[in-house]
C-alpha cells in the first residue's frame, strides 16, 4: 500500500508559478510509475504527466512547454513545476502512482489550484 502527500498548491495570478510536491511512503521506482493528474469543477479528472522510471517524461498537450514533472527516487518524492498558468489550469490536482505490473492505481489526497487574478 504507497500513501502519497501533496503539497504546493494555492492561488496564483495568471502567469504565475507554482510547484506541487508528491510525497510516497515507499519507493517510486519501478514497476511504479508516477503521475499528475487534475480534475476541473464539472469536468472528469485528466491526464496531466507523467513519467518513466528512466525520466522519460509525457504530458497533456495543453500543458507542454509549461509544465515539468520530475522525480527524486532518493527521497521517494516527485514534482509538478507548473509555468505560465493559465486560469484554464484551475483544478484539484491529484498526484498517481501506478503499478505497472499490477495495473493498480494510488492517489493522493489532492491538492487545489486557481488560477485567478
Known amino acids: 500500500q504507497v500513501h502519497l502527500v501533496e503539497s504546493g498548491g494555492g492561488l496564483v495570478e495568471p502567469g504565475g508559478s507554482l510547484r506541487l510536491s508528491c510525497a510516497a511512503s515507499e519507493s517510486i521506482s519501478s514497476p511504479y510509475m508516477p503521475a499528475w493528474f487534475r480534475q476541473a469543477p464539472g469536468k472528469q479528472r485528466e491526464f496531466v504527466a507523467s513519467i518513466t522510471s528512466v525520466g522519460i517524461p509525457n504530458y497533456l498537450t495543453a500543458v507542454k512547454g509549461r509544465f515539468t514533472i520530475s522525480r527524486d527516487t532518493t527521497q521517494n518524492t516527485f514534482y509538478l513545476q507548473m509555468n505560465s498558468l493559465k486560469p484554464e489550469d484551475t483544478a484539484l490536482y491529484y498526484c498517481?502512482?501506478?503499478?505497472?505490473?499490477?495495473?493498480?492505481?494510488?492517489w493522493g489526497q489532492g491538492t487545489q489550484v486557481t488560477v485567478s487574478s
Open positions: 498517481n502512482v501506478k503499478n505497472l505490473r499490477t495495473g493498480y492505481n494510488y
